[in-house]
């Protein structure tokens, strides 16, 4: 599925991207850029505190611009999901065959993952185990504990 430079992404994934870039290049950058002049102009530069945070923030922004840009060069949309089978983009309804519980989790690609909403990378154990099987298929997740099974109730 795509190659492994891929960034899979909703569309309220990309527009955050995109805003970010916006803010570190327009506000964030010129700030930056504004700071180091002032450090500059406070004059030696060898036992300037200000001039150094100022130029490890510039490297900080700059690294964030660079890998944000790489990151919309290779970002695909995850559009067209369908429920016939678990893909990116699905909501997933799942429930252990050990202990009856169930769970809830939306497959995303990895820079959208968040544990604490539920969305999981399409990279992750269990992403990978659901990935092209229907409801009612019971799946074998290979995670760093050991293998268990889960159930899938539905897929929206």
């Known amino acids: 599925m795509g190659n492994k430079n891929t960034v899979y992404l909703t ?13 570190l290049i327009n506000v964030r950058r010129p700030e930056n850029i504004q700071a180091i002049k002032e450090a500059r102009s406070l004059g030696d530069l060898s036992e300037n505190a200000e001039y150094d945070a100022a130029r490890n923030e ?24 369908t429920t016939d089978t678990v893909g990116i983009g699905n909501t997933v309804s799942i429930k252990y065959v050990d ?20 969305k999981i990378s399409n990279e992750s154990p269990i992403a990978q185990a659901l990935f092209d099987h229907k409801v009612g298929d019971i799946v074998t997740v290979e995670s ?4 268990y099974e889960v159930e899938i109730i539905e897929i929206k």
């Open 144 to 147: 760093p504990n050991g293998s």
């Open 99 to 118: 202990d009856d519980e169930e769970d809830e989790y939306k497959i995303v690609g990895s820079q959208e993952a968040d544990p604490f909403e539920s």
């Open 58 to 81: 510039q490297a900080q922004i700059e690294g964030r611009i660079k890998q944000l840009e790489k990151m919309l060069e290779n970002v695909s949309i995850i559009a067209d999901v």
């Open 11 to 23: 569309q309220q994934g990309l527009d955050d991207l995109k805003k970010e870039l916006d803010e």
